[in-house]
């Protein structure tokens, strides 16, 4: 891994695609990007934007090639960089011939593939023979919003090999980003999804007006039960208090900007799991994710009463008023 001569591919148009896009080029002279439509490209080539999302952040597209063909990006790049939403990436990789073994792949994906309840990291192993010291996760508090407007964030990245992860990391610090780095691959991947069933439920009780004291309450009893999966389910020595746990947690259950959070206020206030999606036209991951960790705690009975709770009311229809009700006592 050669961070001054391998070529890196962004996968993904969406807002978080974006922001990494802008964050690589800052550091290097030019990107492959892949975005599934043709018609996208060719607003992008006019504009010098992204015509749907972060649209006042400006590229150079010179630096840019655009492809919206999957086997020639990855025939075409080193790394590759995941920032699609995780129930689209079977889809996008769906006819992929390219072999992947030999590529860096880090997954900003922050999800889990709902169709087998594998983490993006386990995907692409059982699919795609890709090592899993050939793979990262990039975590952390860090939305695309104001990555876009460079407010100072800060981002971890996770994997098993020290080497490529410190040279990754050189390839996203900048002025405005910060970079840490961790080994566990595992547990930040599964905190990055817990965090958005979570946020689910901190906009479920937002809607149904609780107060600041109850949500206090909920995100500090959250983080207790990320604790206890992610230690059930890869048990090594880590700081849950660290901003890629407890940071991400956080600023996904508390910004403005979460369209999870979003997603579950809409459901608190009354609206249908499907009025909410279309009305919001984004992906919530946490959605898929409460599914997810629901089947997958099968296995390992972990004491999870918030995850549980969202489950019932976006799977089971479980009134949202009833339900929260019980949880609170759970809480306390």
């Known amino acids: 891994m050669n961070i001054k001569t391998d070529k890196v591919a962004v996968i993904g148009s969406g807002s978080w695609a974006t922001a990494i896009a802008k964050i690589l080029l800052e550091n290097v002279g030019e990107i492959n990007w892949f975005i599934r439509k043709e018609e996208t490209i060719e607003a992008f080539q006019k504009y010098s934007h992204n015509p749907r999302y972060l649209r006042d952040v400006e590229f150079d597209t010179s630096r840019i090639t655009f492809y919206s063909d999957i086997n020639k990006i990855t025939d075409e790049s080193d790394i590759l960089v995941l920032a699609i939403p995780s129930a689209f990436l079977p889809v996008i990789l769906e006819g992929l011939k390219t072999d992947l073994s030999d590529k860096y792949i880090l997954s900003g994906i922050k999800g889990i593939v709902s169709e087998e309840n594998l983490l993006v990291v386990e995907y692409l192993n059982k699919h ?28 971890t990245i996770a994997g098993t090999d020290d080497e490529r992860i410190e040279k990754f990391a050189q390839l996203v610090q900048s002025e405005y980003i910060f970079t840490t780095l961790s080994d566990d691959i595992w ?93 919001m036209n984004m992906i919530a991951e ?34 949202c008023k009833k339900t929260f009700e019980k949880l609170t006592t759970k809480l306390a």
């Open 128 to 155: 795609f023979s890709v090592p899993f010291d050939m793979m990262g996760v990039i975590t952390g508090p860090c939305h695309a919003e104001e990555v876009a407007l460079e407010k100072l964030s800060y981002l």
């Open 286 to 319: 946490g959605y898929y994710g409460a599914a997810s960790i629901h089947k997958i705690n099968q296995k390992y009975k972990v004491d999870m009463p918030i995850s549980e709770t969202v489950y019932e009311i976006l799977y089971e229809g479980a009134s």
């Open 187 to 279: 547990g930040t991947e599964y905190s990055s999804v817990l965090k958005n069933v979570v946020s689910i439920a901190a906009g479920i009780a937002h809607g149904l007006r609780y107060g600041d004291n109850f949500h206090a309450v909920l995100i500090s009893r959250a983080i207790q039960e990320i604790k206890r999966f992610v230690d059930a389910v890869h048990p090594i020595n880590r700081d849950i208090k660290s901003p890629a746990y407890l940071g991400d947690l956080l600023v996904t259950a508390y910004s403005q900007f979460s369209r999870n959070r979003m997603f579950g206020t809409m459901i608190g206030k009354g609206y249908s799991v499907k009025a909410a999606q279309w009305e």
